[in-house]
DNA sequence: AAAAAAC
């Protein structure tokens, strides 16, 4: 192995001390430039030493803590069949079960030369399924809280040889909703381990509370504190008020040319009746959220990696750490209640030095939430107003309008309704009015499209902004004309 | 004020 000792070219992962099988699945893996937080990373989990960190979302971080862990549990793994043999040397616990069977494929990935076991186990599947693996004993577990108690219960797996705890999304895993499940895992570890948190955000709060479960950690910080990724061009588009956001929403897909999306909700109900609205106005759309199967929310992910669903509509269930390669856009129909989120948000798209767009809706009754993710994120937007044309006559007609009246606030969603008006039940004149929204527009010579950055009145330095690039770029046609152009282009034709 | 995470 090189040690690095004089090193001027790009670094390079043979530059770690990791084994050769470790090396060639990283090759295969088609990776040969370690990112900063891997570069940074590898080597002080590799020394033994406890960690917190961070970095923006899609830069690595699954592969920082896995590397080194691999690499660390190796000279332990037994060839011997007996479970006695293999117990649990390190956990990596997740905040969703989609992220904990993308941790442990890569996982997979990475040990699949090595002789390590490897296993994931997650709620809402089959227990007994999970239960043959642990019994015969892996040395490295994924899992998600609940389900590991649940198997810590059972006396499936025994935890008491753990010497490596990751924290994946660790800010999300010490937040109160986990923090009990969690602390009933600790309870059955090693004192004596290596633990590793990391995130792309942390709070102050959350960081003090990290401080507690670790030994000394070192501190890995590799672009300023919660930052987006400079990858993501960000936008954030304001209507007067709620009940535009769907009609929003639509000529955003439409007229920014979003070919594949995931769209945040804040609720479920929301996530399911807006997937809804959608597939009326035949977009390609299906939903992710807690209230599904377990089997039907993997599969709705699998499909929408596949491509062969365009729109995902998501609460944050799919907020963090999901890699879906080349993912080209996210949209916030609502802004998150947590700052954090957005980043999170936002990180599904521009991963891996990839290109991609966020587009935020929001709404006076939003300019809290707007004005804490400025802040978390040090950046100022200024939306860009979306306002429907002041005739009533003129006014574009709103797909959910056109589907059914609009729900008044405070009446109870209407789930089963939504069920049985399917679209084939639509009336003739609806379907007429439908076709308004579906009729694609070209927009692909205005400048406004072209050019989707709104860049705001700064109060920022010129250092400050430097660090921003997608800041810099003026905007030839000022603040309202972008407005109108959209207005214009926007109403359906009368004929 | 909501989502997630065990049965």
């Not at 793994?77 to 941790?103: F, G, I, K, Y």
Request: hydrophobic share 35%; with cysteine; aromatic share 4%.
């Amino acid at each position: 192995m090189t040690q690095n000792a004089v090193h001027s070219a790009a670094p390079h992962f043979s530059d770690f001390n990791l084994d050769a099988r470790i090396l060639r699945a990283i090759e295969e893996s088609g990776y040969t430039t370690p990112t900063p937080i891997q570069s940074q990373a590898i080597p002080v989990v590799l020394s033994g030493q406890d960690v917190m960190g961070s970095a923006q979302t899609g830069t690595g971080k699954t592969a920082s803590f896995v590397l080194p862990i691999l690499q660390n549990i190796l000279p332990l793994a037994s060839t011997s069949t007996s479970p006695a043999r293999h117990p649990v040397r390190a956990l990596v616990l997740c905040p969703t079960r989609e992220l904990a069977v993308q941790v442990a494929d890569n996982a997979q990935k990475y040990a699949k030369h090595t002789p390590i076991r490897s296993a994931v186990v997650f709620g809402g599947m089959d227990i007994k399924s999970q239960t043959p693996a642990l019994r015969a004993g892996v040395e490295l577990l994924i899992a998600t809280p609940g389900r590991l108690l649940d198997h810590l219960e059972s006396g499936n797996v025994s935890l008491g040889q753990v010497n490596y705890l990751v924290l994946d999304e660790a800010d999300r895993m010490l937040d109160m909703g986990f923090l009990p499940d969690l602390q009933r895992i600790l309870n059955v570890l090693p004192k004596q381990r290596q633990t590793l948190l990391f995130s792309a955000t942390f709070s102050p709060e959350i960081r003090k509370l990290a401080e507690s479960y670790q030994k000394n950690p070192i501190t890995i910080e590799t672009a300023q504190r919660n930052a987006t990724s400079q990858n993501i061009t960000q936008t954030v588009y304001s209507v007067s008020d709620k009940m535009q956001k769907r009609s929003a929403l639509v000529q955003l897909i439409r007229e920014q040319h979003v070919e594949q999306a995931m769209i945040f909700v804040n609720t479920k109900i929301e996530a399911r009746e807006l997937t809804r609205f959608l597939q009326r106005a035949k977009i390609n759309a299906q939903s992710i959220h807690g209230d599904q199967s377990q089997t039907e929310r993997l599969a709705t992910l699998e499909g929408f990696k596949k491509n062969e669903v365009l729109i995902l509509v998501a609460t944050d269930v799919a907020a963090r750490g999901l890699d879906i390669s080349l993912m080209p856009c996210v949209i916030n129909f609502d802004l998150p209640y947590n700052a954090e989120d957005y980043v999170h948000r936002i990180g599904r798209t521009g991963r891996a030095g990839s290109q991609g767009r966020a587009l935020s809706i929001a709404t006076p009754h939003d300019d809290r939430l707007l004005a804490a993710i400025c802040k978390l994120t040090k950046q100022a937007f200024t939306a860009i107003p979306l306002e429907p044309t002041p005739s009533r006559e003129e006014r574009p007609r709103s797909a959910e309008r056109t589907a059914r009246p609009p729900r008044a606030e405070g009446e109870a969603p209407r789930v089963r309704n939504n069920e049985r008006s399917a679209p084939h039940r639509r009336s003739a004149v609806e379907e007429q009015e439908l076709s308004h929204l579906r009729r694609k527009v070209n927009l692909s010579s205005d400048p406004f499209f072209t050019q989707p950055y709104q860049p705001s009145p700064s109060t920022m330095s010129d250092a400050e902004k430097s660090k921003h690039s997608t800041w810099a770029r003026p905007n030839k046609q000022g603040q309202n004309a972008p407005v109108a152009a959209l207005f214009k282009l926007g109403k359906p034709s009368k004929r």
